[in-house]
């Protein structure tokens, strides 16, 4: 752009070559008043020009003073800020060095086994959703290494304990009883024997009520226990009635007012399986008055005694006379002979032959020369196990286990079913773990009708039961057990593909998957496939 300067201060002419000329502003003209920038005046006396305030100028030094002495304090505390952060820092120095830390790179030397580059992973917060898709190979933590060994958790490969007294002691059980189902040939028979004995070896005893298929039998023997075998025509003899061994710290009074209860309780039993009904309250007080008269005679009553009583009543009894205890106590009477004089006879119509010692570390009942009715052979093991009970409930008998090997048996008796709903709630008062063995889940559905008295007590079991242990099942079982026991959609699809030997735990809510792993010498012993194969695969 062209333009010039005049020498007198003259206006300065410019343009882009225009012939006309531009626009003169005079450098001297002073504004004119009218067209200047208006003036404010403030409060304190200052002023405000072009709407752009000031400060007064006497006010200017002052504000400076202050200025620079929040200046000076603010670098004081800053100061004695940094020099206490020095003193600290030289303390943990001084501390550090009187301690032996091994460096961040690692040790110097050969074998030092230090690492090259420093780990950096930033830190990262998700929710355990978005974790299990980041990092889909994580497992269960576990049960803890206390208690017995059963095997290996198959989806961590660590080793995987389970003692049930030792898991109520610490709070991750609420009750101590087991129930266990598979399909047969699929290892549970060896996961309960294993169990057992593994129970011998940390101090506890073992009680099989009833073996029918007598597989216990090598067991017992090989850790030193009693076996009792129970057969028409053999001389072993069991009188369900014995008082049993006394517990510890109970005076007589007590000890017979328990005695008693447990016989009645004993005989109601065995005439309701026999009779496929509930006893009426007339029925109840014949045979109470044929208990009072056989234990009144003698010490130890038999059940030939308490027949006799009730064909043939002395006297009166409550409000009953004796001709009103014949007939009333005759169905009773006659169920009740069966044990006596019966298919029956020569097992409990006589003194026992052998002693319960409760000492010993298993004691298993051999009834595998029974052969008979689901119903005869729950008759067998009520009384058996009736025949324990003394011993069961001896506060100072210590932790035992109680296994109901083909419980289902025993399911098919409502009134068996009662004795066994009341182990189950005493078990933690009495010290016991109940160890129940089935096919399968579907087994407590053929309890009984639908909302009956039997199918509500066997439901009642698995729910006294904490821990829940599945073998292989196929679909529609799967299915099923799926609902009764509210698993997972995963855990449903796993049971199966379970192969031999590994089993779905539910201890709680936690679920495992448990591969039972036995020794060489124990799968001689636990060997139940010796009547199909040469050798044990299991």
Known sequence: MPWRRNKRHEPITWGYGATDPAPVVPLETETPKEERAPVLPLEDGGRVMALAGYTPRGDRRQVREQTRSARRYELDHRRRLMEARRAELQVRRDQDGARYWLPAMGERGPRAGRSWRRLQIAPHRATTEMLAGAYPFLAEEGLGSAGILIGQDAWSGTGFCYDPWVL?????????????????????????????VRCVAFGRRVYIPGDPKGEWSIVTEA???QVIELGVGRRTRLNPLDQGPRPTGIDDATWNAQSTQRRMSLLAALAEATLGRVLGPIERTTLDAALHAAASN?????????????????????GSTVEQLRDDG??????????VHGDLAGLFDGPSTVAFDPNLPMVSLDLSQINGSDTLIGLIMTCASTWMEASLRDPGGGQRLVVYDEAWRLMAQPSLLARMQAQWKLSRAWGLANLMIVHRLSDLDAVGDTGSQARGLAQGLLGDTATRILYNEPFDEAQAAGR???LSDVEIRQLP???QGEGLWRVNERAFVVRHLCTPDELDVYDTNSRMVTRSVI
Not at 330 to 339: D, G, K
């Open 168 to 196: 109520y002691e610490q709070g991750l059980l609420t009750n101590p009883n087991i129930f266990l189902a598979g399909q047969i040939g699929r290892g549970k028979s060896t996961l309960a024997k294993s169990l057992a």
């Open 223 to 225: 850790v030193g226990g």
């Open 298 to 318: 003698h010490s130890q009553p038999l059940l030939p005694m308490v027949v006799d009583a009730l064909f043939e009543p002395l006297t009166a009894y409550r």
């Open 330 to 339: 005759r169905q009773v009477a006659h169920a009740l002979s069966r044990l």
């Open 484 to 486: 009764v026991l509210g």
């Open 497 to 499: 593909e379970l192969a």
